[in-house]
């Protein structure tokens, strides 16, 4: 017998990974994962992303022009800079992981945030994937936009470091 991993089939026979087909066994790859057809939504996780950064900032783009002026301008930046920080943290993290991995811009336009097991993704994998998102967003989006289409699953920097990936929202997922 090889070292190679096996995998069940429904019928019961198995497959080593070399033999193994491609596709999926019921709508899951034999790595008991997300298939990558299911990942295949660059296009709209894009708009989505731009509807997402608008919506994200509008709270602290008030903040900053509110409270950053007059003589205690340190100060409004300060509270302004904790307020931007607390609305990034929820609409990143709390929001999604609250909401079927899923922001409102996700919502729109039907993808949402899955852990690559399959499975729902935590709140650390989304912590992670907000960091990340600062790396992702360098050169407007364009280092996010590269890992992403050459990445398999279709996963930026920070899905690859969460161990995410974004599919359909109709997909079931785990």
């Not at 193994?20 to 019921?26: E, L, V, W």
């Not at 409102?104 to 993704?121: C, N, T």
């Not at 907000?130 to 050459?150: A, E, K, P, S």
Request: hydrophobic share 45%.
């Amino acid at each position: 017998m090889s070292n190679t991993p096996e995998w069940d089939a429904p019928s019961g026979a198995s497959y080593t990974q070399q033999s193994a087909p491609t596709g999926s066994f019921g709508g899951r790859p034999p790595t008991g994962g997300v298939s990558e057809a299911a990942t295949r939504v660059t296009g709209r996780r894009v708009i989505q992303y731009i509807v997402d950064y608008v919506l994200s900032g509008i709270i602290p783009g008030l903040a900053y022009w509110l409270l950053d002026r007059g003589a205690l301008h340190w100060f409004g930046w300060l509270i302004a800079t904790v307020i931007s920080i607390a609305v990034y943290y929820w609409y990143w993290v709390v929001r999604p992981h609250g909401h079927g991995g899923q922001t409102f811009g996700m919502q729109l336009f039907g993808v949402r945030v899955i852990s690559k097991d399959g499975g729902p993704a935590s709140t650390v994998q989304f912590f992670i994937r907000g960091i990340l998102l600062i790396v992702d967003t360098i050169f407007f989006g364009l280092v996010g936009l590269i890992t992403m289409l050459c990445s398999r699953y279709r996963q930026r920097v920070g899905d690859h470091a969460a161990g995410t990936v974004v599919v359909e929202a109709d997909r079931i997922a785990g």
